[in-house]
């Protein structure tokens, strides 16, 4: 290779970087709202997920059951600890979460 030149056809398929945190979007917000969320409460919560381009990849609906959890202690990926810290009961909301805040880098779940 050494004189030759290089020629390299890239796609970027998807960007992040791991100083990126999740998004939050509130949806709807019940007004009132007496109680957020914080560190210790225990929820139980409907979601559906998918990828930034749509595609589905797990629904609690589905199952027709809540998840049901913990919230700030580390039960579930980082990014949905993040993100459910200060909902009210009956909020809508949608959450992004990097890779590296959710299944890590090669989907794996190792973060």
Known sequence: LG???LVFD???????NPKDEI?????????????????GDFMRYHYNGSLLDGTFFDSS????RTYDTYI???YVITG???GLL???????RRIVIPPH?????????VC
């Open 3 to 5: 004189m030759s030149s």
């Open 10 to 16: 890239v796609i970027l398929l998807d960007l992040h």
């Open 23 to 39: 998004t939050v979007e509130v949806q709807s917000l019940p007004d009132p709202c007496p109680r957020k969320s914080q560190v």
């Open 61 to 64: 609906y589905s199952r027709n």
């Open 72 to 74: 700030g202690k580390g």
């Open 80 to 82: 949905m600890d993040k």
């Open 86 to 92: 200060g909902v009210c009961v009956g909020e809508h």
């Open 101 to 109: 805040l959710a299944y890590g880098e090669e989907g794996t779940g």
